[in-house]
């Protein structure tokens, strides 16, 4: 994609990679593709902020030339090492290699252990800033959102905030801004990311949001280091963060199970009829069939999480116990969950869940049945389900 003005004399330049489908180590599904931004701002010092992937170099470069020469850049920023972002700096350094480098010093350590090159560095941290001619760029420790060496960049000239993988998305279009594409798409694709990225940080986005607020920074956009830059739902994607942030949840329900021979799927299956009946919204998930990126997307902001497996060779379901591993790294507050499952001789299933998340979340007694359920367990299942919806519309 060519470069594309989002103000006056400040670009996106970055790569789109629509393709890719596996993210973060085949562990995210990015069903609609992802981007790598990177911005370039004209002014006395040309200055670039990020840069992309490895194997994009060539689209940054190309879109870098039709701007300017990028040997004529004087300033680089570093916002956060990840290779996503980083990985075409040292090709940039090459080109310009008297550029001024600025990022934290943990950024500097990490791009030295990656790539054995920083430049001439400059260590910053949040209350400096830099000139680069008739803009003043300030800068934001941002640590652990999502890494120890991320920060923001601030132009108040411009009044765009430089949030690198805060307010993210992975969406491959043609279009640079948000009003641009299909909002549903979106904000489905925003939560998704803060699901699978930043969840496990929320005390400290919530921390570094109201810090920022203190700054009175006047925002029109945000441009992030994936996905479309905010312009007309700037107070939207921000006020979705502070609620996510907050641990706060909606009246609903994510039924997640994995089975052998079918009978904790039937199971399942009448937990969520019984849940549904109870006038709360319920989503079954098999683990072996949906992609727990989607499955930790609903289960952001879903107050009821209830969870099943057969029993085999004395414990829960391998792929069940890759999603609770998963799940229990989010620090999650406020659930409320069951367990059920299906055995034959033992049945420490439900047991196993619940030891594996009891750190974020409450548990009510489980539900176990021996072999195939009868009509009556079935039964069973169905008002377990209902007396859970009741019990999650009744606490606020």
């Not at 060519?2 to 790569?15: N, W």
């Not at 391998?318 to 055995?343: D, E, N, Q, T």
């Amino acid at each position: 994609m060519p470069a594309g003005l989002i103000k006056d004399d400040v670009y996106a330049v970055g790569a789109v990679d629509w393709n890719e489908r596996r993210f973060h180590g085949y562990t995210y599904v990015t069903k609609r593709g992802v981007t790598y931004n990177s911005y370039l701002i004209l002014d006395k010092k040309v200055t670039l902020i990020d840069t992309v992937r490895k194997g994009f170099e060539r689209e940054l470069l190309d879109n870098i030339k039709s701007v300017i020469e990028p040997s004529k850049i004087d300033v680089i920023i570093i916002n956060h090492i990840e290779p996503d972002h980083s990985g075409a700096f040292p090709e940039i350094l090459k080109i310009c290699p008297k550029a001024k480098i600025y990022g934290t010093e943990k950024a500097r350590q990490g791009l030295l252990k990656y790539y054995g090159v920083s430049g001439d560095w400059t260590a910053v941290k949040s209350g400096q800033n830099l000139s680069i001619g008739k803009r003043t760029l300030d800068f934001i420790d941002v640590p652990m959102i999502h890494w120890p060496d991320s920060m923001f960049t601030y132009s108040a000239y411009d009044k765009i905030l430089f949030s690198n993988d805060g307010f993210g998305q992975h969406y491959a279009t043609n279009k640079i801004f948000d009003d641009e594409v299909d909002f549903a798409a979106l904000m489905d694709e925003a939560q998704k990311y803060y699901a699978n990225i930043l969840w496990p940080f929320n005390a400290l986005v919530s921390a570094k949001l109201a810090a920022i607020s203190k700054l009175n920074l006047n925002i029109e956009l945000i441009a992030p280091s994936h996905g479309h830059v905010w312009r007309k739902h700037v107070a939207e994607i921000m006020q979705k963060y502070l609620y996510w942030s907050s641990h706060s949840c909606k009246d609903r329900a994510a039924v997640v199970y994995e089975t052998m021979w079918h009978s904790t799927e039937k199971m399942a299956r009448k937990i969520v009829d019984g849940i549904t009946s109870g006038g709360v919204e319920a989503v079954l998930f098999d683990v072996t069939k949906n992609d727990r990126t989607d499955i930790a997307s609903y289960m952001l902001d879903a107050k009821g999480w209830v969870f099943g497996s057969s029993t085999h060779d004395g414990e829960m379901l391998p792929a069940i116990a890759g999603f609770l591993h998963f799940l229990k790294g989010s620090k999650a507050k406020g659930r409320k969950s069951f367990a059920f499952g299906s055995y034959g001789w033992s049945g420490e299933a439900t047991k196993d869940i619940e030891d594996t998340i009891s750190n974020i979340t409450s548990f009510d007694p489980s539900l176990r049945v021996v072999f195939n359920p009868t009509e009556e367990e079935l039964n069973q299942c169905f008002e377990a389900g209902r007396a859970f919806a009741l019990k999650i519309k009744s606490e606020k």
